[in-house]
């Protein structure tokens, strides 16, 4: 089974090319796009909300905290996650896992992308990734708000830490993209 969004402002448009894919293959419409590849999307009125409430649920539930506390931030302040900086964890293929998840979970959480990106270069930060996880809870109902009012134009942010890598000394860049009022890279 192979799934395809077809979108797009052009009502008329979408509803061709829809009749012409069913004429060349078996498919069956769903309507309005509400779940898909952990995305969870609902609308309003004012616009869309995109979510991963049901993906990181299922990741606490899968690393097993769903009963633990909650905590403010990802990372605890001014560390520096380093190759020499913890010891290897027991279960490997749980680490690269739930990082793996957390990678994902960054389409909609981009406040953790950084301390993922840090995990992800060691298999040994396991009690980060499980602050990772703890602080979700308290963000797991987060969303990306997309208005159908906001202006047409694109803006873009950057910030450097100039070689602020305590082991290479190399830099940190980090960069957002905005269509509007929305966050779209």
Known sequence: MDDMIITGDDLSGTQELKDFLSRQFEMKDLGH?????????????????????????ELLSR????????????VELNAHLTPSGGKPWSNPSLYKCLVGSLIYLTVTCPDIFYTVHQVSQYLIHYPTVLRILRYLK????????????????????????????????????????????????
């Not at 796009?33 to 649920?57: P, R």
């Not at 097993?64 to 909650?70: L, R």
């Not at 134009?153 to 009022?181: E, H, K, M, Q």
């Open 33 to 57: 796009l509400s779940y898909f590849l952990g995305l969870e999307i609902a609308y309003s009125t004012d616009g869309l909300y995109i979510s991963q409430v049901k993906y990181a649920f």
């Open 138 to 185: 308290k963000a797991l109902f987060y969303s990306f708000f997309y208005s159908t009012q906001s202006p047409f134009i694109l803006r873009a942010f950057s910030n450097v830490d100039w070689a602020g890598d305590p082991t290479d000394r190399r830099s940190t860049t980090g960069y957002c993209f905005l269509l509007g009022s929305s966050l779209i890279s």
């Open 63 to 74: 690393a097993g905290i769903t009963d633990s506390k909650i905590i403010d931030t990802p």
